[in-house]
């Protein structure tokens, strides 16, 4: 019987989204043995701020070091982890993008309702550039402040009464079983989601073809194609996890849609641009609408977010 490890961090979600995976492989493969493997990875364990210990690629390091060294067959990976702006370790490939899931972030609010409805200097917990930049630019009126830990933990923290609000993925709470908390969905015109958005994807080490070949069988080709033009969008700009960078792509029936956005830390000013391409050229979308984004001033306003 072929055995497949499974590496995944640890947190709820993360593991939701590795048994998610097992369960479809099991299916495709009955001879197949599965096992998951959690790690605690170093971003899980640090409590400050991520760009310390090298922003969102501290929870996928310690996967792809196990990975590579074949301790773990495949790794699980909320793509907003990944960074953008370098490439995988090399001996290692994405095999496998699963359908895009709700890309939206949503507000869970201790009062109910909507951000419209809380009153001024109210606090709203989020750790996201992206995120800050845009409550700025569009709900002036409320404090922003960071927070970590798994989604989990930031309930608890809300609960206690530490915010008003935060500011979540609506994925990621539908992965924990937690869309009962969401008080206001936020429409895309409002709050541009994350390059990758929820977005899963599977890695594999290239050498291994076999589970390579029965990994590939879980892609989907619309979130490979939205992906491939966000993350060229992501490189070009050398955007990373603590730029206030926004994504969206939108797969039509023979073309590829790109919406990109660039704010300043404060949302005081932003640039943006929108594109279509044919599937063949979703990587060259990418970077098309980088560059527009460049020429519009967004080289200046990531280099403020990362002084």
């Known amino acids: 019987m072929h055995l497949i490890t499974v590496g995944t961090r640890s947190s709820p979600m993360a593991l939701a989204q590795a048994e998610q995976v097992a369960g479809v492989l099991a299916l495709l493969d009955p001879a197949v043995e599965i096992r998951l ?31 590579l060294a074949g301790e773990v067959t495949i790794a699980v990976h909320c793509l907003k982890d990944v960074p ?14 699963l359908p895009r899931e709700d890309v939206h972030d949503a507000v869970v609010s201790r009062h109910g309702g909507t ?5 001024a200097d109210a606090t ?4 996201s550039p992206r995120r800050r930049a845009q409550l700025a630019t569009r709900w002036p009126h409320l404090q922003v402040t960071a927070v ?19 500011i979540l993925a609506v994925a990621g709470l539908r992965r924990i079983g937690q869309t009962a908390r969401i008080t206001q969905v936020l429409p895309v015109e409002d709050m541009l989601p994350a390059v990758g958005a929820g977005t899963i994807v599977v890695t594999t080490r290239t050498s291994d073809t076999t589970t390579t070949r ?32 926004g994504g969206l792509a939108q797969v039509e029936t023979d073309t590829v849609r790109l919406h990109g956005a660039v704010y300043s830390p404060d949302g ?18 990418g ?20 002084s």
């Open 37 to 67: 493997a959690p790690m605690t990875t170093s971003g899980d364990r640090w409590t400050g701020d991520l760009a310390v210990i090298g922003g969102k690629g501290a929870f996928v390091r310690e996967l792809d070091r196990a990975q």
């Open 84 to 97: 953008g702006d370098v490439a995988l370790p090399e001996g290692l490939t994405i095999a496998a993008y």
């Open 115 to 119: 951000l419209d409805d809380l009153p």
């Open 124 to 127: 709203v917990a989020t750790s």
């Open 148 to 166: 970590r830990g798994n989604t989990n933990t930031r309930l608890r923290k809300l609960d206690q009464g530490e915010y008003d609000a935060m």
């Open 214 to 245: 029965l990994v590939a069988q879980l892609n989907d080709p619309a979130t490979a194609l939205a992906a491939t033009a966000e993350r060229a969008m992501l490189r070009a700009l050398t955007g990373h996890c603590h730029s206030p960078i």
């Open 268 to 285: 005081a000013k932003q640039v943006t641009a929108t594109m279509r391409g044919p599937h063949c050229d979703a990587d060259d979308l």
């Open 287 to 306: 970077r098309r609408v980088a560059d527009a984004l460049l020429r519009a001033g967004a080289r200046d306003l990531i280099a403020s977010a990362a």
